[in-house]
């Protein structure tokens, strides 16, 4: 039977505001399918909170709830939602560009998303270099650009009677760097605020602009953002959950499911070559190497910690793996990931495993930005500080504690989730040991 809450979590009332940098393909994708859902135009699919149930107690005892109505989230209908973006076009015009979803599913949604106009964003054309906006702020220095943030995460929550709000990086991948001593400490990071310090990038005025309004943030770009000493510290000051980074959508979601399976078996892997063509902003942002670098950090990062070489070096210490982006406009949203993987097995006889993965970019994400904000909310409403580890399901380089390495491997993750929930409303954490029904 149902133990007792190890956390008071406080009810879902009131809007929940979803305040997003970046109101391009995903965001967009993502605001129409919330509106779409909310009118019966189509179903939520792939996302948990939505679609997915939860084993509570032994398999015999027949509990299996959506997650939806175990624990206490806000509904799609409470979502309302707002941005930046370096481009005028409101949440349908961009929609429209795009050209992820249908004009006829669009035009039954048009009116909410013509409501989302983009306030104007802090942007750096050294951090992104591909494209160039005119809806930008441009006054003062890094820390008035972030005062201004918070003025405008202020004015949104007056003028839609939100109750709480939650912040997801949706905007473009920035050019790979590395953490400063301006990052190090808060004192330092508002000092090179001040001083216009161009170590600091605009995703991380964003991010202290969130924390410093309570409001939880997530990443859903490789950046360098709030995976810094100054702002992880500032989170749990403030006891606000915060997660990231890099939506695990296409080709990494599949290593994922792959790389768990081969290791499972003690298979070992030669090589695993990934290539991938795509049009939209992404791909078109990607060219540049900088904005490339950091997401090839992240893309390759995922082998290395789930396969564990240093553990397997017979099967896994001479893997070559590489990873190539290739900006190609005719496809759209509509991206191809290509693997080869060269595998062996028993007495080392070789074997090859091709993979052509035609998936559509936004798709697969739009429901990974309803599950964060809906997630990072309860985390909130939980009393759930700093990093929130049990959402690394999501990302293809999940933040964790300085020092500790991060679990990739999605089955593991999604037990992480799971029994975070359990463990939150007082159930039995499941082992699948299963050793009781044999007694």
């Known amino acids: 039977m149902p133990g007792t809450e190890n956390v008071k979590i406080a009810p879902p009332e009131g809007k929940l505001g979803v305040m997003i940098p970046g109101i391009g393909a995903v965001s967009t994708t993502f605001m129409a399918g919330v509106e779409a859902v909310k009118r019966g135009l189509g179903l939520p699919i792939g996302s ?22 175990f624990v206490p989230l806000a509904g799609v209908d409470q979502l309302v939602f707002g941005g930046w973006d370096i481009f005028e076009d409101t949440a349908y015009e961009a929609a429209r560009k795009a050209r992820v979803l249908d004009a006829s599913l669009l035009e039954q949604v048009r009116e909410p998303l013509q409501a989302v106009k983009p306030m104007k964003a802090v942007f750096e054309h050294e951090y992104v270099k591909k494209i160039e906006g005119p809806n930008v702020k441009t006054m003062g220095s ?25 912040m997801i990086w949706c905007a473009s991948t920035e050019v790979f760097h590395r953490p400063g001593a301006v990052h190090q400490t808060m004192a330092a990071f508002e000092e090179g605020l001040h001083k216009n310090d161009p170590d600091i990038a605009p995703s991380q005025v964003y991010a202290y ?52 399976g081969l290791k499972s078996r003690m298979l070992g892997v030669h090589g695993w070559f990934s290539t991938n063509i795509l049009g939209n902003r992404d ?3 990607l060219e540049d190497p900088g904005s490339f670098k950091t997401k090839e950090e992240t893309k390759l990062s995922v082998l ?25 406009p005719p496809r759209g949203d509509a991206k191809e990931g290509w693997d080869n993987i060269d595998i062996f097995g028993w007495l ?24 964060l904000v809906l997630f990072l909310d309860l985390a909130q409403r939980a009393g759930m500080k700093g990093i929130q580890e049990w959402l690394s399901f999501y990302f293809k380089a999940p933040m964790t504690a300085p020092g500790l390495y991060p679990e990739h491997d999605i089955f593991i993750q999604l037990m992480k989730l799971k ?3 359990r463990w939150m409303r007082g159930e039995d954490l499941i082992t699948h040991l299963g050793l009781e029904y044999y007694d």
């Open 304 to 328: 290395d910690q789930i396969l564990q070489p240093d553990l397997y070096p017979a099967l896994y210490k001479d893997l070559y793996h590489a990873v190539r982006i290739n900006y190609y």
């Open 419 to 421: 029994n975070t929930l």
């Open 142 to 166: 890094k820390m008035d650009k972030a005062e201004a943030l918070m003025q405008d995460i202020s004015d949104f929550q007056k003028a839609n009677g939100v109750a709480r709000t939650i």
């Open 283 to 285: 791909g078109e942002v």
């Open 48 to 69: 948990l909170t939505q679609m997915a149930t939860i084993r509570l107690g032994k398999r015999t005892d027949g509990r299996s709830p959506y997650i939806r109505d």
């Open 348 to 371: 080392g006889y070789p074997m090859q495993i091709k993979i052509d993965f035609l998936c559509r970019d936004s798709i697969l994400a739009a429901p990974l930005v309803l599950d």
């Open 209 to 260: 602009a969130a924390l410093k309004s309570g409001v939880p943030f997530a990443n859903g770009a490789p950046n360098l953002t709030h995976d810094i000493p100054a702002l992880l510290g500032l989170a749990r000051e403030r006891n606000i959950p915060i997660c990231g980074k890099d939506f695990k959508t296409g080709q990494t979601f599949m290593k994922t499911l792959l790389a768990p």
